[in-house]
């Protein structure tokens, strides 16, 4: 799964692909674009450095909710467990990292 962002706009794409988690961005969208866009469609914070956002997990449930499978829950918790093992959960396992891919 991966989130399409644009200044306008925010798109949970392939929910039910839990084997990545990204956020593709256009090239030329501003940093400070960036960052709006992510506050004001609340999908959590975009990091120091601007490579990385922090997306709340209740966030991913909420946009996929009715588009993924039965399993797809228990599928959200593996890619999690995985993530934080990984370190790249929050400290309290609320939020998880997202890679800004840009192109």
Not at 45 to 73: K, N, Q, S
Request: net charge negative.
């Amino acid at each position: 799964m991966y989130f399409r962002i644009t200044a306008a706009d925010v798109e949970l794409v392939d929910p039910a692909d839990v084997q990545g988690f990204s956020a593709v961005v256009p090239a030329d969208l501003p940093p400070e674009d960036l960052a709006a866009s992510v506050a004001r469609h609340e999908l959590g914070e975009v990091l120091p450095g601007g490579e990385h956002l922090m997306i709340p997990l209740e966030t991913v449930r909420r946009l996929a909710e009715g588009r993924v499978g039965p399993d797809w829950p228990a599928d959200f918790e593996k890619m999690i467990a995985y993530a934080a093992s990984k370190g790249w959960t929050s400290a309290d396992g609320t939020a998880v990292r997202a890679h800004v891919e840009r192109g």
